[in-house]
């Protein structure tokens, strides 16, 4: 496939630029943009599929974009940097390589159930922030995936992209319409002998978290950053389960409840011997 540049404002940086902010133009195109060094890395280490490598034509390629960029096979652009500072986004300088990544299919059957499942779900998170950040948590607590429900911020919106660190592409990320649509999944897990105990979280939950068995198959269910957890979701949730909390403060971000409980989780897991607990970081 033969190199080929871009020096101007043409129609193919135009749709790679209204991928940082259209969220469905990516839906539309099937892409998402994703930069630096571990994102990028962690895509290409799991054979996350990749269309196109964007990179800096002004400058020699480090070691790293080298071997990138001679390893993947994709597409190759070279773009001159002043391009390359506008489909960075960013202030921190010139991205020195930008992949164009394939969305995946959002099917819930993505998302492994078996006898040790940890999986979480967001309910109509409005923070693409939040989203990586939970993504994050949950790679680092040995969840198996993150579902993310109703009318809700992008997956992969670059700041959650950002967020996620690249654990966006080791943690599989599902989008569903609603709890209905998971209340379905989860039932087609029982039917196959994994029966999943849904967590909710709430300020008025009826047990600790620490005190409530998280060592089974969990579904742990997060609700919006600022109304909580939908009705809907509320009649799904099989428990709900609070964090103790002093101070002043009356509620966590809910990235930093997902990411406490997911701790728990993989405690108590650890701690009963559970097969794939998290190991101490």
Not at 46 to 60: A, K, S
Not at 83 to 106: N, S
Not at 201 to 224: C, K, Q, S, W
């Amino acid at each position: 496939m033969a190199l080929q540049r871009i020096s101007a404002r043409n129609a193919r940086f135009q749709q790679w630029q209204a991928h940082l902010t259209n969220r469905t133009k990516r839906q539309r195109a099937g892409e998402f943009l994703v930069q630096g060094v571990r994102p990028i890395s962690q895509a290409v280490e799991r054979g996350w599929p990749i269309r196109t490598l964007i990179f800096d034509d002004g400058r020699q390629p480090t070691r790293w974009a080298a071997h990138i960029l001679r390893e993947v096979r994709a597409e190759k652009v070279a773009m001159t940097p002043e391009l390359m500072a506008e489909l960075g986004g960013k202030d921190d300088g010139v991205p020195e390589l930008i992949v164009v990544a394939e969305l995946p299919p959002d099917d819930l059957a993505r998302i492994p159930v078996g006898p040790r499942f940890l999986g979480v779900a967001f309910d109509r998170p409005t923070s693409p922030g939040n989203i990586g950040t939970i993504v994050r948590s949950a790679d680092s607590f040995g969840a198996d995936g993150l579902v993310v429900t109703g009318h809700a911020a992008d997956a992969y919106d670059p700041k959650s992209v950002r967020a996620s660190t690249g654990s966006l592409f080791a943690v599989p990320v599902v989008r569903a319409p609603g709890h209905r649509e998971v209340a379905a999944w989860l039932a087609g897990a029982r039917e196959a002998g994994h029966p999943v105990t849904v967590v909710g979280t709430d300020e008025a939950g009826t047990a600790d978290v620490a005190d409530f068995d998280l060592t089974g198959p969990v579904l742990l269910a997060i609700g919006n950053e600022t109304s909580g957890l939908s009705a809907g979701w509320r009649e799904t949730c099989d428990a709900l389960v609070r964090i103790p909390m002093g101070g002043t403060a009356s509620s966590l971000n809910a990235a930093s409840a997902a990411s406490i409980v997911l701790y728990e989780a993989a405690r108590q897991r650890a701690a009963a011997g559970s097969p794939g607990a998290a190991s101490e970081a």
